[in-house]
């Protein structure tokens, strides 16, 4: 057995005895959603630092948590706080929380994230789909491979499931919510970007920018789930105005449009399970 998957064993031994409950979808909070889950019919509330063999934090008054309840009658896990690669964990640690809701019982994860828009057709406030990505962080698979959850050489033609986003996208245009859709490229911070490395991921193909998700996205290819992805574009990407950027414009941006990015969420996830019994 992988030392990983021992390990993830043991988180799940701590978290088995604290709460009984089998969530069928997880969802990452992004900047902007992190007080969504008080707005959820909630179970369970399960700090990170009661979870052993979790990840320890390193930023002082780190706040993560899973909260447990229900989207509707779905039942779920939500992460409030992601961990991010640039506070110096092995990637190992960043995702070492989509692979545990995997072996809670989530079959479908939905990530949200605050991104630079990239394209310069976007506009600040802008939701957008994520289509597809480009992972310039290093590969969370990294390493010995878990093989209790999946294949050392996984496939990543589907990353976000073709279906989720067409069902995304029909909840956007049934609410009346502009959404683009485009590739997400994951760097890794914490610095923003300069104008020529926006140039160049611009010519790689990217429409949005930011520090987290791709790495959770392929960790849940990897141990088969379902992916869906929107980032809220919370500024436009370094050079694209003569502002300097500022984690207060991203907050700003994230906090304002947020009650709409919640209600997309919601709607999409309810969608998701409606549509189909097989979800
Ligand atoms: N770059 C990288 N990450 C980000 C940005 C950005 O412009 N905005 C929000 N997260």
Do not use: W
């Amino acid at each position: 057995m992988s030392k990983q998957f021992k390990r993830l064993l043991n988180c799940m031994r701590s978290i088995s005895e604290r709460i009984d409950f089998k969530p069928s979808l997880a969802l990452i909070l992004g900047s902007g959603l992190g007080d969504y889950a008080d707005g959820i019919k909630t179970e369970y509330i399960l700090d990170y630092s009661e979870i052993e063999d979790f990840p320890v934090s390193t930023v002082p008054g780190h706040k993560g948590r899973f909260v447990f309840g229900y989207i509707g009658d779905i039942r779920v896990v939500i992460m409030q706080g992601r961990i991010h690669y640039y506070e110096g964990y092995p990637m190992a640690d960043v995702v070492l929380p989509v692979r545990l809701m995997k072996m809670m019982g989530a079959e479908t994860l939905f990530v949200t994230n605050a991104a630079g828009g990239v394209n310069t057709n976007y506009s600040c406030g802008d939701f957008m789909l994520i289509s597809d990505h480009i992972c310039l962080a290093p590969s969370p698979l990294i390493g010995e491979n878990i093989g209790e959850l999946g294949v050392r050489f996984p496939d990543m033609s589907n990353i976000y499931d073709k279906n989720l986003r067409g069902i995304v996208r029909n909840t956007a245009e049934r609410l009346g919510i502009k959404l683009q859709e485009g590739v997400y490229i994951q760097l890794t911070g914490p610095n923003y970007e300069s104008p020529a490395e926006i140039r160049m991921v611009r010519t790689m193909g990217a429409d949005a920018v930011g520090m987290s998700t791709a790495c959770e996205a392929i960790a849940a290819n990897h141990c088969g789930m379902k992916v869906a992805g929107i980032s809220c574009i919370s500024n436009m990407a370094c050079g694209i105005t003569d502002q300097p950027l500022t984690h207060k414009e991203v907050q700003e941006t994230a906090d304002r449009v947020a009650p709409l990015f919640k209600r997309l969420v919601t709607e999409s996830i309810m969608e998701i399970y409606n549509s189909s019994a097989k979800y």
